[in-house]
């Protein structure tokens, strides 16, 4: 169950950056930003309450509360990439660097991954590189998208280090902890929130998604090794990439499509492995 876990957190992060990065461009990123952050700390609150954890630890909430600062900041640095910078590379760039901090903390950590597993990290980093298309964007997205990976990695590497009995509040407490950081930007400027009803549910919807597909990953960390546990979540600026050549109408360079082949067989050997 860890891998389709995983694989599971990666399809939602893929729908919530594509859909998120389209509508980053029709509303400030801010509000984008701060009204998701609030939809997942409502989803991520009510799964904990709806699967009772069996003795709530201080210390997993902190640890929680340190994902959610990554989360925050990398959802900021995302959707500012994205509301100028093609998803197509400022998504695939923003899982580049979280992949291989992830990794080598896992490792650090203990985490001591199969040869095939180890196969498939190897590829996995390579491959979301060239689905970025090489990290070239005349845009400027890149710089948003490498600051966003830091991001992703804290998010990622602490939320890992909740322990189970601990249930989901270490992701609630991590929705609490993105509020409060990005709390003081929006009440800098508080007409970017005020967004047309159907924006503001849509920016809310965006959130909860996002705090799903941590709900997901936490379960997976749980089941398997750290380092895999994040490739296969690190796997979603395939979906992004593909929905923008469908919908948005961006090209698909070779470099892309190598880079896509590889993040399946990437998959496959961690899975296995």
């Not at 860890?2 to 893929?14: D, E, F, H, M």
């Not at 298309?133 to 948003?144: E, H, Y």
């Not at 966003?148 to 609630?172: E, K, N």
């Not at 967004?195 to 849509?202: H, I, N």
């Amino acid at each position: 169950m860890g891998p389709l876990l995983a694989l599971a957190s990666a399809v939602c992060y893929g729908i919530v950056d594509f859909t998120g990065g389209l509508l980053s461009r029709r509303v400030h990123f801010a509000a984008v930003t701060f009204l998701g952050q609030l939809g997942g700390l409502l989803l991520a609150a009510t799964a904990a309450l709806l699967l009772p954890a069996d003795a709530v630890h201080p210390v997993d909430l902190l640890w929680g509360a340190l994902s959610g600062v990554g989360s925050g900041a990398a959802m900021h640095f995302l959707n500012r990439g994205l509301s100028h910078g093609a998803m197509s590379v400022v998504v695939p760039v923003s899982a580049v660097t979280g992949v291989g901090l992830s990794v080598v903390c896992g490792v650090l950590l203990g985490d001591r991954p199969t040869v095939v597993a180890w196969l498939g990290i190897v590829l996995a980093v390579p491959a979301l590189w060239m689905v970025a298309g090489g990290g070239t964007d005349s845009s400027g997205g890149v710089p948003d998208g490498l600051l966003a990976s830091a991001g992703v990695a804290l998010q990622y590497i602490a939320l890992a280090q909740a322990g189970a009995s601990s249930g989901l509040w270490p992701v609630a407490a991590g929705r609490v902890a993105a509020v409060l950081v990005l709390l003081p930007a929006a009440a800098r400027h508080p007409r970017r929130l005020r967004l047309p009803p159907v924006r503001s549910a849509q920016a809310v919807l965006v959130g909860a998604g996002a705090a799903l597909g941590l709900v997901l990953y936490l379960l997976a960390a749980q089941r398997q090794l750290l380092a895999v546990a994040v490739v296969l979540a690190s796997l979603y600026p395939a979906l992004p990439v593909i929905l923008g050549l469908a919908l948005l109408h961006e090209r698909l360079g070779r470099r892309q499509l190598a880079g896509l082949a590889g993040a399946a067989v990437a998959t496959l050997l961690l899975s296995l492995g």
